[in-house]
């Protein structure tokens, strides 16, 4: 089985400054790869995902994240976070098999505070 | 194009009772999954559907059972409902087997 680890549980960080949230996951195969946001009240939102080809993957709202397969990390990065980037996020990976694949298996979470 | 729906929004139940709960997934969406989220221990896998059919499951007791309808609509029931079932539930459709998910507003149970 599968399993995820978002190195950081809580991380501050002021207005403008770079972000870089970890994820590295543990599987033998192949994966699919995610990263899902959820801002405060609201439910979870996909950022971005990586199935196969160029291992850097733009998302949303400025977000990317880059798939080191040799590092089994998939991190998250913002070059410039704002006020409203306050939110819980979160890593997941799913195994692929046979024709699909297995259920999302999620990382802890990081809690994200930038303050203004 | 309308999100991923999931009925009722809140819910409490006393203990040993049985609840079910309500997912239509996006038009279109064939497949449809689980989630239950806790303070404790996060965002765990509980079953996927795909064309009616139980493809996955996670590591949760015979208690959580669901279903598929060929709408792809789903639902989930839990029996002999326990404290520790306490949760948001979520729900996920995507068009296909493990491509990208898109996540209900889920269903916030509490068991008294």
């Known amino acids: 089985a599968q399993s995820v680890s978002q190195h950081n549980h809580h991380v501050i960080l002021s207005e403008a400054a770079s972000l870089e949230l970890g994820c590295n996951y543990s599987y033998g195969g192949t994966v699919n790869l995610f990263w899902y946001v959820q801002y405060p009240g609201q439910h979870l939102q996909l950022l971005l995902k990586y199935f196969s080809g160029d291992p850097l993957v733009k998302g949303i709202k400025g977000f990317e994240a880059e798939f080191i397969k040799s590092k089994f990390s998939f991190n998250l990065r913002k070059p410039s976070v704002q006020w409203s980037d306050t939110a819980e996020y979160f890593c997941a990976v799913n195994a692929r098999s046979g024709g699909g694949a297995d259920g999302l298996t999620f990382g802890k979470g990081t809690h994200l505070i930038i303050q203004p | 194009k309308a999100g991923v729906t999931q009925t009722p929004r809140y819910l409490i139940k006393t203990r040993g009772q049985q609840v079910t709960l309500s997912c239509s997934p996006i038009?279109?969406?064939?497949?449809v999954s689980w989630y239950q989220q806790t303070p404790g221990q996060g965002l765990q896998f509980l079953f996927e559907?795909?064309?009616?059919?139980?493809?996955n499951k996670g590591n949760f007791p015979g208690r959580f059972s669901g279903r598929q309808f060929s709408n792809s609509r789903s639902e989930m029931n839990v029996s002999t409902l326990e404290l520790g079932d306490s949760a948001l539930y979520l729900c996920?459709?995507?068009?296909?087997?493990?491509?990208?998910?898109?996540f209900g507003s889920g269903t916030r149970l509490t068991v008294v």
């Open positions: 559907y795909f064309s009616e059919t139980q493809r």
């Open positions: 996920a459709s995507s068009p296909g087997q493990g491509e990208g998910y898109t």
């Open positions: 038009s279109g969406h064939r497949s």
